[in-house]
């Protein structure tokens, strides 16, 4: 019990750092797409871009962005998600689908060379940018999550009907809530997260479309299947070809319970691993502090 309570302290704590942060909010029009972003830190301070995980937006690096003292963390609302627009139709999410955007914005900010910092979906997709732009990417650096769940080549078939069969297909309206709070639990219930963490996500993620009644802003099309998926050995191949600094931290209750994510990691011969306890959400909870000290200790060692 007396665990419990400490954990639950910190996570309050954590939760208080969200709320004292000071962050910019930014947008612009990116690749005909209105993008949406939080800036935290010095401008002067080291790039950091990052990118968070599917179904949620830049507001879960709202608790870790403020204690990166000496980076320049830009958080990008990805397309669909959060404050940003939609694809239009027939545009899909796929993971490789927003790297385009993400290279625009970077060259909207300025920013030649700049670290990537990727949570869950987000990890995923900063492991194709940081092979196929390393030129760009100084460091990478994944919070529980670096590859794609895989599909056997076999299977590309069925997926690919599966795909054609959801695009197609009537889909039902919105689901609508009398109050944030109502959204926060249902978000809680659909997933392994916890207050602490859905709290922000949920917020920001959030709209009110009328008098009392408040909507998902994401783009229903995200929960669609996808055209093509990687195999092993896609993803066997974007590991073995990483080739800047990076770090990889798993969260023992989330993704680094699964031993083929640490399997197919350890393949990687310019990958850091490191293991902590927590959950998926890891970095929005009382292990943001942890998290913040091992990526700047990351970022300083790594710079020589």
């Given amino acids: 019990m007396a665990g419990r309570l ?18 910019v909010e930014n947008s612009a029009t ?50 669909g998600h959060g404050l940003s627009g939609h694809r239009k139709p027939p545009g899909s999410y796929n993971i490789w689908d927003d790297l385009l955007d993400i290279l625009a914005l970077v060259d909207h900010l300025g920013w030649q060379e700049f670290n990537c910092l990727g949570h869950s ?12 732009q390393a030129d760009r990417v100084q460091r990478y650096i994944a919070l529980d999550g670096i590859v794609a769940q895989a599909l056997a080549a076999t299977e590309a078939p069925s997926q690919l009907a599966r795909y054609l069969r959801d695009q197609r297909r009537s889909r039902k309206p919105a689901a609508k809530y009398s109050s944030i709070e109502q959204a926060i639990q249902t978000r809680i219930k659909a997933g392994d997260i916890s207050v602490i963490a859905a709290e922000p996500i949920v917020e920001r993620g959030l709209q009110l479309v009328s008098t009392g009644v408040w909507q998902w802003r ?21 590991v073995q070809q990483l080739a800047v600094p990076s770090l990889l931290l798993l969260a023992n209750q989330g993704i680094g319970k699964h031993p083929e994510v640490l399997t197919i990691a350890e393949m990687a011969s310019n990958l850091s691993i490191s293991h902590l306890d927590g959950s998926h959400h890891f970095h929005m909870e009382s292990q943001a502090p942890d998290i913040a000290q091992l990526i700047e200790e990351f970022l300083l060692e790594s710079a020589y």
Wanted: with cysteine; hydrophobic share 50%; proline share 4%.
């Fill in 218 to 238: 994401s783009d229903s099309r995200l929960r669609l299947a996808s055209a093509f998926k990687m195999s092993s050995e896609h993803n066997l191949a974007f």
């Fill in 30 to 79: 990116i690749n005909g797409l209105d993008l949406h972003w939080l800036e935290w830190g010095p401008s002067d301070g080291e790039p950091v871009l990052a990118l968070h995980g599917w179904l949620d937006n830049a507001a879960s690096f709202s608790v870790l962005s403020p204690l990166l003292k000496n980076c320049r963390v830009v958080a990008i609302d990805l397309p």
């Fill in 121 to 132: 979906r987000g990890a995923i997709i900063g492991l194709l940018l940081a092979v196929t």
């Fill in 6 to 23: 400490c954990t639950i302290a910190l996570a309050k704590s954590a939760r208080r750092l969200f709320l004292n942060s000071t962050a």
